[in-house]
Nanobody, 128 residues
């Protein structure tokens, strides 16, 4: 069974940076689509960024230019570098993954139903 474990969350002031990690076990990178989601209190879960097996990336408009998703296939780890953080970035951040049947992420990559595997989340709090 695939396991995803997030780390790296914390509290930071507005304008600061954080780097989230997601350690993945029992996966193969064939037909992989990895993503970061977030959920703020009282709000729906939101797709933040996604990366496929060919390292093609996509971002939500709210984080484009500030966040960078990356993956290390040797270390089986997904990353989210978050710069210029804002109070509205405060949320629980989740790592998600799906594998196949295609070698690219779904067109509606921001929808949580496109991902079968999920981590437990790591909290990010940005103060003004």
């Amino acid at each position: 069974q695939v396991q995803l474990v997030e780390s790296g969350g914390g509290s930071v002031q507005s304008g600061g940076s954080l780097r989230l990690s997601c350690a993945a076990s029992r996966i193969t990178w064939s037909n992989s689509c990895m993503a970061w989601f977030r959920q703020a209190p009282g709000k729906e879960r939101e797709g933040v960024a996604t990366i496929d097996m060919y390292y093609s990336t996509r971002y939500s408009d709210s984080v484009k230019g500030r966040f960078t998703i990356s993956q290390d296939k040797v270390k089986n780890t997904l990353f989210l570098q978050m710069n210029s953080l804002k109070p509205e970035d405060t949320a629980m951040y989740y790592c998600a993954a799906d594998f196949g049947p295609y070698n690219y992420c779904a067109a509606d990559w921001w929808e949580d139903y496109e991902y079968k595997y999920w981590g437990q989340g790591t909290q990010v709090t940005v103060s003004s």
